[in-house]
C-alpha cells in the first residue's frame, strides 16, 4: 500500500514540463524563492494566524494555526484513505466540497485520532469555538488536528488559543509564516510556496502552507496542506483542480510508505468583490498555479524527510499508461535496496531494474532503459559500460538524484515522483523510543 | 509489490496449528533440532555435495551445490514473479513439473541475471555438463543462480567445479550440510531442516536446504530452497504439495519486500523400490511434513536476516477471507515506521493500527484488538491503559516478539507470517558501495 491521498483517477498529461513553459511574476524573498517580500503573501480576502496554546510543552514552538476567508468561499479537501483515521478526518470529510467555507483550523502535538466519541465531539468543538468567533456556521469550519494518537484532545489549552487565534488574524508574511509554524511537528523548514500571475488585469494569488517529514516521531506525523487562492471557484470545480494538482504532487511522494491516519489537503477559492468568472484560459492558467504550489509544498516535505541525504526525482516514460508508470516509480520509490544504495551512493541498477520487475506491470526485461544522473548505465536489458565511480562521486557530492527510467512502448505517459533516501538516521530517529 | 513466489491460490487452512498437534519421531542433532545425527540427513536415493570451484575469491567459501536423485524422480518448481528474471529461472521453469528429473545443480556469487542470451547459454551448458555426469539428459537437470548480477557466469571456474561436484556426491550429513553451504552467499547461519515418519512400517524422510537473508549486498541476494523427499508422487501432486507448503512458508515472510530475479523453491520426491503409492492419510501427514520443513527453512531466513534484532511473528486472525488476513500481514510487515519501532523496543501500537488501516481490507476502527507479546494494548477501537514499560523491556531482552491483530468480523481465516525488524545495521550493510 501507498499513502495515496484520496481516490482521483490519474490523467497523463504531462504538466510538471508544461508548467516550466510559463512565466509568472513569481516575487522571491531571500531563501524562499516564490514568497513574496513587500507585500501580503496571501491571496485578497484572507488572512491567517499561528499561535502556542499550550498543547506542547516549549512555549516557543508554535501549535495551533488558522486560516480563514472574509468572505464564504469555495472549499475542496482531499483527505487519507486509511480506514483508521482521525476525528478532524470525519468531521471535515463531511463538510466538502462547499460553497461557504469561511475557516481551517489545525492544531499541532495531538492527531484527535483513535479517541473514539469524545474525539468526534472534540473536533466539532473546536471548529463551533472558531465559528463562534467568526460569526458564521460551525459546518463552515474545517479542522485538523496531527500529533500523538490516542490521547484526549487538551481542551484546556484550546479553550484559551481558539479564541485568540481569531483575535491574531492578518494578512503579514510574519502572519502567513506562523501558520505554516502552527502546523509543524517534526519539520525542520517551514513549507510555504506562493505564486501570481495576473489575469485581464487583476492580479490572482495562490498561497499554500504545508506540513511534513515523514512519518515519525512523535507517534506519526502525517501530512496536511491549506491552499488558498483569490479566483472565483465552484466548489465543484474546487474540488475538481484539487484532485488534479494533488495527483501530481502530493500522490507523487513517498518516504516510507505508511499512509498516515490524518493526510488531508485543502483548497479555498474565493473570488474578490471585482472577479468575475474565469475564462477557459485562465482556468488553465490557475490550474497550473495550484499545481507548482502543490508540487512546491510536496517537494519541501520530501527535502525535509527525516534523516535523509538525498532527494530523489524519478521519471519513468515510455509506456502507455500513467497509471502503470506511477505503479514503477512507486516500486522504485519504496524499495528499502534502492533507497539505501542512493544513501551510499551507489549507482546500484540491479536494485532499480528489479523492481521495476516486480512492479507487476506487463513489460520485457528488453524494454528497460535506465539513467542517473544523465548517465544511461542500462539500455534495452542490458548493462551498459560507464563510469561507475563517476556516477557514485557526483551520487556522493550532490544531494537531488534523478533517476530516469525508460519503458520502451511507445507510449506518451509520463510521471515524475519524488522520494528520499533511507539512511541509519532515519532508522534512529523511528527506533527512539516514544510512546 | 511483495516478494511473492510464484502465484498458487491461498487455501484458509490454519495448518502451522495442526501441525503442532501431529509427532514425528524427528532425530534431533545439537545446534539444529531437526537434523539427524547418527544416519543419513537425506531421504532414501539422494545424494549431495558441495565445494569451492572459484566463482567466490574465498578459497574457503562454498560456491557450488549438487542434489541429485539416484533414480528419475518428480519435480515440481516455483519461481519469482518478477518480469526481470535470471537465466537459470527461464530454463528451470520450462522443466517442471516434470516425471523424471535427477538433479539440481546450484551456485552462489554469480547471479547470471540480466546477462542475455549468453547468460541462457551458459544456464543451459551448466545442466548439459551434470547431465554429462550422471548419463541423463539435460533436461532432467534443474538450475539455480544467485550472487552479483550483471555479470557474464564464469565458465572456466565452474568447467572443473561441475564434474568435481559429481564425484563428491554422497548421502552423509556432512555432504547435506556442504550442499547447503554451497548455496550461500550473505547468510551466516547454514539453513537445513529434516522430517521422517513412520508411512505403514517404511520410513519417509524429508529434507531441505535453503538460502537467503534479505536481499542485500553484493548486489542483490535471494531466497532458493529445495527440498528432498523419497516418497512416491506424480509431478502433479509434487506441484501442489509445493504450492501448498509455499503459501504457509516461504511467502509468508518478508525482510524488505523487494522480490528478487532469482527466487526459486524446488521439490524433489522419488519412490523407494519398496514403496506404492500413497494412501490418503499419509499424502496429509506428508504435506504436513514438507509444509513443516518449509516453515522451518523460511523462518531460518526471517533469523539470518541481515541486521536484524527480533525476530517478529505476526497473526492475524478473525475475518472470513484468508487472503484480506495475508494483505493485512503484509502491510504491517512491510512497514519501516512498525519495524523501527520493534528495532527500538516500542510497543507502537499507532504505528500498527494504521499499517492495519491502510492494507485495502474493508474493516471498521472498531473490529481491530491488537495483543502484543501476550499483553492486549488495543481493543475494539480503542487503547488500552497497560503496562508500556514492562512490554518494552520484555522487547528490550528477547529476540521474539508476537504480534496478535484480530478482525472482528467473525471469520476462521488466520494467517501466520514473519518479519524481521529494520535497524541503523540494515541500513549500513545495504548503503555500502557494492557494484
Redesign the interface.
Known sequence: ?H?TIGDACFVPIDLYRLASLLTFFTIRLPGNPHMPSDQSPLPQGFRTSGLHCGIKSDPDTLDLALFVSDRPCAAAGVFT?????GAPVKVSRERVPRATCRAVIINSGNAN??T?AQGLKDARWMTDEIAAGLGCSADDVLVCSTG???HPLPREALAGGLPAAVDRLAATPDAFTDAARGMMTTDTIVKQSVRQADFDGTTVTISGAAKGAA??AP??ATMLAVIMADAPLSPDEADRMLRHAIDRSFNCISV??????SDTVILLAGGTADSGPLGVGNQQQLQTMIDEVAIDLAQAIIRDAEGAAHFITIDVHGLRSAEQASRIAR?VA????VK??I?????????I?????????????EE?SLAINGTTI?RA???LVYD?RAV?DQMRTDRDVHIDIEIAQDGFAAVRFWTSD???E???L??????
Open positions: 500500500m499513502p484513505q486509511n480506514r483508521v483515521c485520532a483513535c473514539g500523538v494518537i490516542g512519518m515519525i507517534n506519526m516510507d510508505g505508511h499512509m498516515s491516519t516500486a519504496d524499495s528499502p535496496l539505501t544504495a544513501a551510499g551512493a551507489d549507482p546500484n541498477w540491479g536494485r531494474v528489479s523492481a521495476v520487475g516486480y512492479a507487476d506491470v506487463d513489460l520485457q526485461e528497460i542500462y536489458g542490458s548493462p561507475e557514485s533511507l539512511t541509519a532515519y532508522v534512529r523511528n527506533a527512539e523510543y516514544t510512546t
